[in-house]
């Protein structure tokens, strides 16, 4: 396995590769992102991997300066899991003096995470628009936590002809529900024995619409009375929207996103589920 950190050594090692597979990640590795590495190495001939932790997708108020890093762990779960190129480069190659150049997705990052966090996803786009050109990978795995995520990056590669498939896979789950998240490291004892209600949330839902229920605003319901029940956790937003659009629905006639982001002590976290389709 090879640690490159400039973008002309990328390209250089990137020759004769082939088809090549691309796990993004800011880091701080967990199963999750090893799952998309196994499905890539399954998937490709070679298989590389990014570790960036990008400033410009995280707000003025927000947690870049303590986001979880441990490069040398990180590493050695990548080696250990077949990885033959790991771009690891710093803010300064990314974005050189006099970078003035962003990439905004419209209409679906008006919504949700993107409502909460302005210029969130421009800061998503545009790296991952400079990772896909540096790194030029066959196809790109990301995981389904990261649901609008998912729906912005697929317009984008859409929109401009990337040569790119992206691969979304299913969200890996700790046993009691929580998904992995490198954010989890924040948690108190007490708020981790809190956070499963997300996903019980999410599950009252799904039963209900698998019990026949299309009302979108009584699927909401269902979600916010499981959070209610538990004092450690603030909501910022429970939806139920249409899984392309991320439009807030009235009533499920096909596929929904249904979704939460909360608030446990100084840790905000996300998950979804899949409603239909």
Do not use: W
Not at 113 to 123: N, Q
Request: hydrophobic letters at 45%; glycine letters at 8%.
């Amino acid at each position: 396995m090879r640690l490159i950190e400039t973008v002309a050594e990328f390209r250089a090692a990137r020759t004769g590769l082939g088809e090549l597979g691309l796990v993004p990640t800011m880091g701080y590795l967990h199963e999750g992102h090893l799952s998309l590495v196994a499905r890539a190495r399954a998937e490709c001939v070679a298989v590389a991997a990014s570790i960036f932790v990008n400033p410009t997708q995280f707000g003025p108020n927000e947690d870049l300066a303590r986001y979880p890093r441990d490069l040398p762990r990180d590493l050695g779960l990548l080696e250990a899991a077949g990885v033959d190129l790991v771009f690891a480069p710093q803010p300064s190659e990314v974005y050189p003096p006099g970078f003035d150049t962003v990439i905004e997705v419209r209409g679906v990052t008006d919504v949700l995470e993107g409502a909460v966090r302005p210029g969130h996803f421009a800061g998503v786009a545009t790296v991952v628009a400079k990772l896909f050109n540096i790194v030029q990978p066959t196809r790109a795995y990301f995981g389904q936590k990261d649901a609008q995520q998912s729906v912005v990056i697929r317009k984008l590669v859409r929109d401009l002809n990337l040569p790119v498939e992206v691969v979304v896979a299913p969200t890996v789950r700790e046993t009691d529900g929580l998904a992995l998240s490198s954010r989890n490291s924040y948690l108190t004892r007490g708020e981790r024995a809190a956070a499963p209600a997300i996903y019980r949330a999410l599950n009252a839902a799904k039963a209900q619409f698998e019990g026949g229920e299309r009302e979108a605003e009584a699927l909401r319901d269902a979600m916010r009375a499981v959070i209610a029940a538990e004092p450690l956790m603030r909501v910022d937003y429970v939806s139920v929207a249409d899984a392309d659009s991320l439009r807030e629905l009235t009533r499920v006639e096909d596929r929904a996103l249904a979704s939460m982001a909360v608030r446990l002590g100084t840790t905000r976290l996300i998950d979804n589920l899949l409603l239909g389709g």
